[in-house]
């Protein structure tokens, strides 16, 4: 069915978007907020209060990302204790992630914001809760997919996670904060999968039994949920209302001041003043869609932007079905023989550590960005290749390790390129816009290849698809790398020759100049 592993972005805290995509989340927000922002705007807290905040608040996502039964979900539900089929699997219940996560994206983007987090964290709890009950009690095909519709409205609210430890404290502690955070979902997520493997292989557990463990865990995430504090300000909106009542209340003393003074000067002016509706134009989004025009122009931003759209949209199809693959590679007859808990484990490990070595490349982005990202599509191609046509488990379980750890080692690179020089407002909505557009794209890859009303693909089949696109995005990244390198390598001898030209131009400007005498001698000597 899905892939059950946490993202982007996160970002992103289940296994159905792996941890290092919880994770991914908190990495953008972290960039997004790391400008330091005016002393007013500081928060005076005492150490103690928001340390013990932040402790509850990384309890809390550890405690969310534990769900036993989450890498099991497709087994259960091809399991004669679900008795669906791989098709109605495949082709109807797991597409319905992609159209709920496509239509709650922005909602949830804007009521995180305007909520102020923790609403938009106890609706993504109560969703978790829904989840579960109805993995235990739901038989028919219309209630899975009701199940898979919740799933996507708990990705979508992910943001309100990632984005919430940051009103507790100051912004000085930004950093240390995002590293507390992104360390407690990544720790939740490994002790998941850790957890539910021990279950099946060694408990010798039921689906059924494993799903009722995972509703106690979700049920007590819940109770955690409500008893978060409530930060006082968000990023847009009531950072917004905070600063038009002071400017309205400087205002209106100012103009009774002048009212003092001429009051028949202050009614000829009332009379012609703009209208109050027109004040939309200075709203935070208009301001900030306005300055996407800048952004879109600059040919790093797009490199990186389009990226995140594309390949992310073929990461998360990837994990979205991976594991119907394995369940038809490998169909095990008994439970204790399938190692999804395991597989997941040791691919949220090693995507933690290459995207921990990433923050050490230090290359010239500008000039090898493309080539990088090329090779590194190439790679995954190949490994979805490999997943697509192998019958051997053990092929596939390493080749989907090796393709999430490659994706994870750019989302760090192309994070902190795309966020290293804009405001942390217009951080947050080119992040949303890209996770938009990438959620689009996938739900029209979805329509036609996997969608029952589309070609209704085979899992196998579907996978050769995959393999095909990331081929395509590896052929246009290496024929830009050419020509960016081509156009680096041609233009520097003029550099060269300009750098020199002005080294020149510097000397004769110091040494000044000598004219000769008439016996063949200059002046100096």
């Given at each position: 069915?899905?892939?059950?592993?946490?993202?982007?972005?996160?970002?992103?805290?289940?296994?159905?978007?792996?941890?290092?995509?919880?994770?991914?989340?908190?990495?953008?927000?972290?960039?997004?907020?790391?400008?330091?922002?005016?002393?007013?705007?500081?928060?005076?807290?005492?150490?103690?209060?928001?340390?013990?905040?932040?402790?509850?608040?990384?309890?809390?996502?550890?405690?969310?990302?534990?769900?036993?039964?989450?890498?099991?979900?497709?087994?259960?539900?091809?399991?004669?204790?679900?008795?669906?089929?791989?098709?109605?699997?495949?082709?109807?219940?797991?597409?319905?992630?992609?159209?709920?996560?496509?239509?709650?994206?922005?909602?949830?983007?804007?009521?995180?914001?305007?909520?102020?987090?923790?609403?938009?964290?106890?609706?993504?709890?109560?969703?978790?809760v829904v989840i579960w009950l109805i993995l235990l009690l739901g038989t028919s095909l219309l209630q899975m997919q009701f199940m898979e519709?919740?799933?996507?409205?708990?990705?979508?609210?992910?943001?309100?996670?990632?984005?919430?430890?940051?009103?507790?404290?100051?912004?000085?502690?930004?950093?240390?904060?995002?590293?507390?955070?992104?360390?407690?979902?990544?720790?939740?997520?490994?002790?998941?999968?850790?957890?539910?493997q021990l279950f099946i292989s060694v408990g010798q557990t039921s689906y059924n039994t494993l799903s009722a463990i995972s509703?106690?865990?979700?049920?007590?995430?819940?109770?955690?949920?409500?008893?978060?504090?409530?930060?006082?300000?968000?990023?847009?909106?009531?950072?917004?209302?905070?600063?038009?009542?002071?400017?309205?209340?400087?205002?209106?003393?100012?103009?009774?001041?002048?009212?003092?003074?001429?009051?028949?000067?202050?009614?000829?002016?009332?009379?012609?003043?703009?209208?109050?509706?027109?004040?939309?134009?200075?709203?935070?989004?208009?301001?900030?869609?306005?300055?996407?025009?800048?952004?879109?122009?600059?040919?790093?931003?797009?490199?990186?932007?389009?990226?995140?759209?594309?390949?992310?949209?073929?990461?998360?199809?990837?994990?979205?079905?991976?594991?119907?693959?394995?369940?038809?590679?490998?169909?095990?007859?008994?439970?204790?023989?399938?190692?999804?808990?395991?597989?997941?484990?040791?691919?949220?490990?090693?995507?933690?550590?290459?995207?921990?070595?990433?923050?050490?490349?230090?290359?010239?982005?500008?000039?090898?960005?493309?080539?990088?990202?090329?090779?590194?599509?190439?790679?995954?191609?190949?490994?979805?290749?490999?997943?697509?046509?192998?019958?051997?488990?053990?092929?596939?379980?390493?080749?989907?390790?090796?393709?999430?750890?490659?994706?994870?080692?750019?989302?760090?690179?192309?994070?902190?390129?795309?966020?290293?020089?804009?405001?942390?407002?217009?951080?947050?909505?080119?992040?949303?816009?890209?996770?938009?557009?990438?959620?689009?794209?996938?739900?029209?890859?979805?329509?036609?290849?996997?969608?029952?009303?589309?070609?209704?693909?085979?899992?196998?089949?579907?996978?050769?698809?995959?393999?095909?696109?990331?081929?395509?995005?590896?052929?246009?990244?290496?024929?830009?790398?050419?020509?960016?390198?081509?156009?680096?390598?041609?233009?520097?001898?003029?550099?060269?020759?300009?750098?020199?030209?002005?080294?020149?131009?510097?000397?004769?400007?110091?040494?000044?100049?000598?004219?000769?005498?008439?016996?063949?001698?200059?002046?100096?000597?």
């Open positions: 069915m899905l892939s059950h592993s946490a993202a982007e972005q996160n970002n992103e805290m289940d296994l159905k978007m792996p941890a290092a995509e919880a994770i991914e989340g908190n990495i953008e927000v972290a960039v997004c907020t790391s400008e330091e922002p005016p002393a007013s705007q500081s928060l005076p807290e005492e150490p103690r209060k928001w340390m013990w905040a932040v402790i509850f608040l990384c309890f809390f996502g550890f405690m969310a990302s534990i769900k036993p039964g989450e890498p099991f979900i497709t087994p259960y539900l091809l399991s004669t204790e679900k008795n669906f089929s791989r098709q109605q699997v495949t082709n109807e219940i797991t597409p319905v992630l992609t159209y709920s996560y496509m239509a709650v994206l922005v909602p949830a983007f804007l009521l995180t914001d305007f909520l102020r987090y923790k609403p938009v964290l106890v609706i993504q709890a109560i969703s978790q519709f919740f799933y996507g409205v708990t990705m979508a609210c992910r943001v309100a996670y990632s984005s919430y430890i940051f009103s507790l404290v100051s912004p000085s502690l930004y950093q240390r904060v995002a590293s507390y955070s992104r360390s407690s979902v990544l720790l939740g997520v490994f002790a998941s999968s850790v957890l539910g509703l106690g865990f979700v049920s007590f995430g819940l109770l955690l949920s409500l008893c978060l504090p409530w930060p006082k300000r968000s990023l847009f909106f009531n950072k917004a209302c905070k600063q038009e009542h002071r400017e309205g209340a400087t205002q209106a003393g100012t103009k009774a001041e002048l009212h003092k003074m001429n009051p028949k000067e202050d009614e000829s002016a009332a009379a012609v003043s703009p209208c109050s509706a027109s004040r939309w134009k200075d709203s935070v989004f208009v301001q900030m869609l306005m300055e996407l025009r800048t952004v879109v122009k600059r040919p790093d931003m797009r490199l990186w932007s389009l990226w995140w759209i594309f390949n992310s949209t073929g990461y998360y199809l990837v994990l979205f079905y991976v594991h119907i693959l394995w369940s038809k590679v490998y169909p095990a007859t008994e439970n204790k023989n399938v190692y999804n808990g395991a597989v997941e484990a040791a691919s949220t490990l090693l995507s933690a550590l290459t995207s921990f070595i990433a923050g050490f490349v230090k290359i010239r982005w500008n000039i090898w960005s493309e080539l990088v990202i090329g090779v590194i599509t190439a790679v995954q191609a190949g490994l979805l290749l490999l997943m697509g046509t192998t019958d051997n488990i053990w092929a596939c379980y390493v080749a989907y390790v090796l393709f999430r750890s490659f994706y994870q080692f750019l989302v760090p690179i192309a994070t902190f390129q795309i966020a290293s020089s804009l405001t942390k407002e217009l951080c947050a909505l080119v992040f949303g816009i890209n996770t938009f557009l990438g959620t689009i794209l996938k739900s029209i890859i979805n329509l036609i290849f996997s969608d029952k009303r589309g070609l209704a693909m085979d899992v196998h089949s579907q996978f050769l698809v995959y393999f095909v696109y990331f081929t395509l995005l590896t052929v246009i990244y290496f024929t830009s790398a050419g020509v960016v390198i081509f156009r680096h390598f041609r233009n520097q001898p003029k550099r060269q020759a300009i750098t020199q030209q002005s080294k020149c131009t510097e000397l004769c400007e110091v040494v000044p100049e000598v004219e000769p005498l008439s016996n063949g001698k200059n002046a100096k000597t």
